[in-house]
């Protein structure tokens, strides 16, 4: 039985191989600029530069694609609280994730001879392994609660532009956040970035 299966799938990425015109794999990197939003305004937000770093692969057939994505990445934003005193300047600070981010795209291309332009969207889910952020008691507990307790995964939708042109691919990208990241039973918060990066094909 083990044999049969081993040689289905065998079979399966031989065959999808075949037919895909397009298969590549790469590395990138890039910057992202991240907002941290709340739909009651707890707190305002300003965006922060952070990073990403990893492979991506593409699959493609005539003009389309898939591309998984696989990177780490740090993601941040300055925090105000919304205090009615002076002391809200005084917490100002700096939310910090660092995440396993996983995108996986669908795409279309766009033959401007050496040039290939493309339009993308799909899904992204980002594992966090690591969360740094100022906030514990010298705020209400209230605040405390919603500013330090996040969920270790969440998700968004990816819309993006980019060009190739030999080895090298540059993306513009707009991350979506969905749902709320926070545990907190009180006002929700999403992650929005911008993204642009660098990849270059291996293969």
């Given at each position: 039985m083990k044999?049969?299966?081993?040689?289905?799938?065998t079979l399966l990425c031989a065959s999808s191989i075949t037919v895909a015109q397009e298969l590549k794999l790469g590395i990138k990197a890039g910057l992202n600029f991240s907002e941290l939003k709340s739909n009651d305004k707890w707190f305002n937000s300003d965006s922060?530069?952070?990073?990403?770093?990893?492979?991506?692969?593409?699959?493609?057939?005539?003009?389309?694609?898939?591309q998984p994505e696989a990177y780490f990445t740090s993601k941040s934003a300055t925090i105000h609280p919304d205090l009615d005193n002076?002391?809200?300047?005084?917490?100002?600070?700096?939310?910090?994730?660092?995440?396993?981010?996983?995108?996986?795209?669908?795409?279309?291309?766009?033959?401007?001879?050496?040039?290939?332009?493309?339009?993308?969207?799909g899904p992204l889910f980002s594992f966090v392994i690591n969360e740094n952020n100022p906030y514990g008691k010298s705020i209400n507990q209230a605040k405390n609660e919603a500013l330090t307790n996040y969920k270790k995964q969440f998700s968004s939708l990816v819309f993006g532009t980019g060009i190739d042109v030999l080895m090298l691919s540059v993306d513009l990208r707009y991350e979506l956040g969905l749902g709320n990241i926070s545990k907190y039973d009180g006002p929700k918060q999403k992650?929005?970035?911008?993204?642009?990066?660098?990849?270059?094909?291996?293969?």
């Open positions: 044999k049969t299966i081993i040689t289905v799938l922060k530069a952070g990073y990403q770093a990893g492979i991506w692969g593409r699959v493609g057939v005539a003009s389309f694609f898939v002076a002391a809200g300047e005084l917490l100002k600070g700096d939310i910090k994730f660092t995440n396993i981010d996983v995108p996986i795209l669908i795409g279309k291309k766009f033959n401007f001879g050496l040039v290939n332009a493309r339009l993308q969207a992650l929005n970035l911008w993204t642009v990066s660098v990849g270059y094909s291996i293969f």
